[in-house]
């Protein structure tokens, strides 16, 4: 594995700033793109870590919590915040949000390749020539995933399974109790 220290310290700057403008401006909605994009940087930082599987994950999740956080930001009715529009957080927060995209595909698409014949993931020759054999398994994917990974795949599958439950729970019609029937039962 190269040297990917500058890439992380690069991303940890970009999640950095876009912490602090997701705690610093008055828009809601600028907060939860900016949280976003930390995610985002989040799981690319993984992705050069050498934790695909975690990064994809992470992608799951953060695109469910996006999903949530912008229905809920937009039927939010908050007299707190301020109500004319803060242009400077929008901008600044699309702007981060593209540079690191940008950032993102350049890093992804020009480091890390190995070189000509060599093959793409070296962790996977070892599970190749002894996954069969150690586990005998009928099927080389089944012995990787619930044989040697099979704790991380169990963390995926709850991590994923907890998400799409809490999203039903949040977005669901059927059973909310409106503030009007309270008051008046």
Do not use: C, W
């Amino acid at each position: 594995m190269e040297n990917i220290a500058p890439q992380l310290y690069t991303l940890l700057v970009f999640m950095v700033i876009g912490s602090v403008v997701a705690v610093e401006t008055k828009n809601l909605l600028s907060a939860v793109i900016s949280v976003s994009a930390v995610g985002f940087a989040l799981s690319v930082a993984f992705l050069f870590m050498g934790a695909p599987d975690i990064a994809i994950t992470q992608l799951v999740v953060e695109v469910l919590v996006l999903i949530i956080l912008i229905r809920g930001t937009i039927l939010l009715d908050n007299t707190a915040v301020e109500t004319h529009g803060d242009t400077l957080a929008v901008v600044a927060s699309l702007i981060f949000f593209g540079l690191l995209l940008g950032f993102g595909a350049m890093i992804f698409g020009s480091t890390g390749f190995p070189e000509f014949g060599e093959p793409v993931m070296r962790v996977s020759r070892v599970y190749v020539q002894t996954g069969l054999p150690a586990t005998h398994a009928a099927n080389i994917v089944t012995s990787v995933i619930l044989d040697f990974r099979a704790y991380d795949t169990l963390g995926e599958a709850t991590v994923l399974f907890t998400s799409v439950i809490g999203a039903l729970a949040l977005l669901r019609k059927d059973g909310k109790v409106r503030r009007e029937e309270v008051a008046s039962a």
